[in-house]
């Protein structure tokens, strides 16, 4: 595959890039492959639970369709990004699929009705689609300016000292927030909605026992459900949205760990919201909440002209049949729909 531009596969399910490529650009995260030109290989049948996408991981070897068409294919996800400004992205140049023998080239990628999958059993159909919006705080939430290479607040992924005595520093990145919330829109069904919640820990010296998010959010008027986290709606006064707690389960995530030199520390969940049809909208960021608060603190917000707005009715569903969508956006997943980052402001850091 021929990228277009100067577009880098952030991380994959489902596949791997062979190699990583020159990602010497990119400070803070580095990317899964920065090739030009990346060459992707199926993963094995018994690949990891979190490594794997629906209808994936047939170690290279398809069987005919005559023969076994649940078996004649095989998918996987990108997380594309180093996009353009205001760009959805670009269609790869060329496709070529290797096999024995000369190998088959792909005739030029063409944008298609979205791609239909099922869920339920193979009762619903639900269709994969573009979004380019994924919206995000302001860069420096916490009173700083953007880290560089003197900044003495904050360590550099990968030079992590061997004794850390000082618990406030910080992984370096654009906001320099010891945490941050990614709120997350997956899918959007008829009557119900799920969202993914992360908490990522940036500090090298400070885990968070017994930690708590309160989120404020007109959806939890309607019945929800949370799944790796306990949850309890809250009574408020004066207060126009409803309120949800949220914390850790036993024995399970009641810790947030720190960050070391591989990756932050991170707990997550994903919350069923039940619609509401006489007042749910995704316009004017209503899918988004009004505040969050971790362990009792006020957290950074997006302003609300920043919230992505998404369309209330379902795709149109058409059938497909050997159908190839690159879906190119921030976050580029088929389940994806919008996502914001919270960056919580435990204090400024003056750099």
């Known amino acids: 595959m021929d990228m277009a531009k100067d577009e880098v596969i ?7 890039a062979i190699q990583r490529g020159n990602c010497s650009s990119f400070k803070y995260e580095v990317p899964h492959s920065c090739k030009p030109d990346p060459v992707i290989v199926d993963l094995m049948p018994d690949a990891m639970p979190q490594n794997r996408s629906d209808g994936c991981c047939r ?8 023969i076994d068409p649940s078996m004649s294919y095989s998918s996987f996800e990108l997380v594309v990004g180093n996009l353009e400004q205001n760009s959805t992205g670009y269609k790869p ?36 689609f573009r979004n380019p919006t994924i919206t995000s705080c ?26 850390l ?11 320099m927030c010891p945490l941050r919330i990614h709120w997350h829109i997956k899918n959007n069904y008829i009557t119900h909605w ?18 708590n998010v309160l989120v404020q959010h007109p959806g939890f008027g309607q019945p929800s459900a949370s799944f790796s986290f306990n949850s309890t709606m809250l009574p408020t006064t ?22 070391d030199q591989y990756q932050v520390g991170s ?13 749910f909208t995704l316009s004017n960021g209503w899918a988004l909440p009004r505040r969050i608060y971790f362990n009792g603190e006020n957290c950074q917000m997006p302003l609300p002209d920043a919230f992505p707005m998404l369309p209330n009715g379902s795709l149109s569903r058409v059938p497909c049949c050997l159908q190839f969508l690159l879906l190119i956006s921030v976050y580029l997943l088929t389940e994806s729909l919008l996502g914001f980052d919270i960056h919580f402001l435990l204090q400024p850091f003056n750099l």
């Open 10 to 16: 952030w991380s994959m399910t489902g596949a791997f």
């Open 59 to 66: 170690g290279g070897i398809l069987s005919s369709w005559a």
């Open 93 to 128: 140049l060329n496709l070529t699929l290797l096999a024995p023998g000369p190998g088959y080239t792909c005739g030029p990628v063409t944008d298609t009705s979205p791609t239909v999958f099922s869920v339920i059993g193979g009762r619903r159909e639900e269709e994969v």
């Open 138 to 163: 302001p860069s420096c939430s916490c009173g700083c300016r953007v880290a560089d290479q003197f900044a003495t607040s904050c360590i550099r992924q990968g030079v992590i000292p061997s004794n």
């Open 165 to 175: 005595l000082d618990v406030d520093l910080v992984q370096c990145t654009d906001h």
């Open 194 to 211: 799920r969202v993914k919640l992360t908490i990522s820990n940036y500090n090298y010296g400070r885990n968070y026992s017994n930690w």
């Open 238 to 259: 004066g207060v126009p949205e409803d309120v949800a707690l949220f914390w850790g389960k036993a024995f399970h995530n009641t810790e947030l760990l720190q960050a």
């Open 267 to 279: 707990v997550t969940t994903e919350i069923l919201l039940q619609k509401d049809s006489s007042s």
